[in-house]
């Protein structure tokens, strides 16, 4: 948290003096995971709340920057899977989510806050994230980070190191800005393909139990396999996710965003301006 508030902090004092009639704004809403513990964004579990804020740069009526800082939780669960070999792997996770992005968007329709010959348009975006995750789970009452623990052999064999808690994404999405008189408002939607199989810790097989046990210790050997009803012995180098599918983290909510800077008029050539006096 501290240094989510020192980076909006840098971020709001660098818009400030560099921003000519740009926008500042605050981002609400909720977080949705997918990947090997949850197959749907379109499910009603596991939505968490989603803060974030943002300096967005428009470079004319059509084209814009957004540089932002969001703060979220994910998480996952084999028990509301509607199949079988899920729910039997008995996997759980949750993850907080601390994200900078940068994108562009593109105003379908010419778009200008505070004017009020453009009181609406639907717009698209796309851009990267970089992101930390953590993820947990849940043992004897407690909860363990999973990463140091190395669940999927990290550690025990040679080939698989451990994986880094820092990824990107690529993010892309669309929604509506809503004009008003200095104070503009947005609905939308933003999926997020991480460079990361990890965000759940789940990824490829399932390791040597007993080497396991060995090298990383207890917590690793009963987090690694959860499986209902069956004995762990049996399934080194099954399959316990798939490496070939990237986890996806979705936001979803509303922003509100104010002018500032001084007033500019945009010119007919796409991210040019120049300032007129107030």
Known sequence: MKKLLLISLLLLTWAHIFAQRNDIGMFMGVSKYKGELSNSFYTFQFLHPVFGVYYRDNFNKHWSFRLGVNIAEVSGDDAYSKYDFEVNRNLSFSSSLQEIEGRFEFNFMPYELGNYNYLFTPFMFSGLSVFHFNPMAELRGEEIELQPLGTEGQGVYADRQPYSLYSAAFLFGGGIKINGDNIGFTIEMGPRRA?????????????????????????????????????????????RGNSKDPDWYMFTGVSAYIGIGSKFKYACKPFHRRRISN
């Open 195 to 239: 460079y990361t199989d990890y965000l759940d810790d789940v990824s490829t097989t399932y390791p040597d139990p007993v080497a396991l046990l060995a090298i990383n210790g207890t917590e690793a050997a009963a987090l690694s396999d959860r499986t209902l009803g069956h004995d762990p012995l049996h399934h080194e180098g099954k399959k």
